[in-house]
């Protein structure tokens, strides 16, 4: 068993072990008291492992009620938000109320939303279960549902009170959705742990309780220095800017990890082509990404893929942060001016 405590504006723990969701109801009483908890999960998740997790809050005394959304992005939207607070006020949760989000990053993202705009804020407890969630979404303490407009631009800063991460759930992961989580471990070798790429050639599979560890050590640091994203914690959005342009211009049937993988793969060649960084270094990240049967070429063009990259959070007037390797472990905030942006995204998208 691992335990990583983030200090951001609420301190709490990331449990990191195998089979401990069966004592997920024991390791929540310290932080959240015997209350009602409302367990969000997707039909997919519920079916594997929502009776584990209700059998365990209610042996320790909590009264269970459940939420159940469909499984995939669409289910991240407003209608689903609107509909888990109507259910909470249903059910009268009060501020002393706990919810329990158990399935991977869309469930984290809507059920985090609700706790946090809910009676103006109420606790709940992160329970990823697929790899994305257990070294990035899960911790941080962002939470957010899609517009029409584009991926997570409504949201709040709401940090869980524990994240309690059973990394045998990631064993009933198809190769597709584990292949989504590689992208974010691969990105955290990028931006700042060269030992952890390195890590990643022996394998993931093979060493998950420590990859997970390091990702979410990583994260940590980052969000006690800069919580609410204005500066360093920017650096996590490592081929997001391209790859959120990239699932939305796709209706989102390109997946979160693989549009990230063509980001990362993007913005990395176009450091090289700027002569920021090495070309060694970019063929490292490419056959690292193919390893994990993640994809480097984009479907879409530069003019396909620039309006949707000019509408990222990221965005302020007329510059756009972009996050640009120097190498393998020194990624850096570089801001361009929005015109210059497709001529960057073009440079990335040539081999």
């Known amino acids: 068993m ?12 990331v449990i990191i072990d195998k089979d401990i969701l069966s004592r997920a109801g024991e390791l929540s009483v310290p932080v959240c008291g015997v209350c009602s908890a409302c367990i969000v999960t997707d039909d997919t998740v519920d079916a594997l492992y929502s009776r584990e997790l209700e059998e365990s809050l209610a042996s320790a005394g909590f009264k269970v009620i459940k939420f159940v959304i469909p499984h995939g992005e669409a289910s991240k939207s407003t209608a689903s938000l609107v509909s888990l607070l109507e259910f909470l006020a249903e059910n009268k949760m009060t501020r002393s109320d706990c919810i329990f989000a158990l399935g991977g990053g869309v469930v984290g993202d809507l059920a985090g939303f609700a706790a946090a705009v809910y009676l103006r804020g109420i606790k709940f407890i992160q329970l990823p279960t697929t790899l994305l969630a257990a070294v990035d979404s899960s911790v941080g303490g ?23 991460c059973d990394y045998k ?79 939305a211009r796709s209706n989102f049937g390109i997946s979160h990890g693989c ?26 990240v490419l056959d690292i990404l193919k390893k994990y049967s993640l994809p480097t070429v984009c479907p879409y063009g530069a003019d396909e893929l620039v ?45």
């Open 259 to 284: 549009a990230v993988s063509m980001g990362i793969a993007i913005v990395t060649r176009a450091a090289v082509k700027l002569g920021i960084c090495p070309a060694a270094d970019l063929a490292d």
């Open 307 to 351: 309006d949707t990259a000019l509408g990222d959070k990221k965005r302020f007037g007329n510059t756009i942060s972009l996050v640009l390797p120097f190498a393998i472990g020194d990624s850096r905030l570089y801001k361009i001016n929005v015109s210059e942006l497709k001529d960057f995204i073009q440079k990335g998208l040539e081999k």
């Open 2 to 13: 691992k335990t990583i405590k983030v200090k951001a504006s609420v301190e709490y723990d």
């Open 142 to 164: 962002k939470t957010a549902v899609d517009l029409a407009a584009g991926k997570n631009l409504a949201g709040a800063f709401h940090q869980p009170s524990l994240v309690i």
């Open 169 to 247: 759930t990631l064993g009933t992961l198809t190769p597709e959705i584990f292949a989504d989580g590689c992208a974010e471990v691969v990105k955290y070798g990028i931006i700042n742990d060269r030992p952890l790429f390195e890590l990643l050639q022996s394998g993931i599979r093979e060493n998950l309780e420590e990859v997970i560890a390091s990702c979410v050590l990583n994260k940590s640091k980052i969000v006690a220095a800069d919580e609410f994203d204005t500066g360093m914690r920017q650096l996590l959005n490592l081929g997001h800017t391209v790859g959120h342009a990239i699932e």
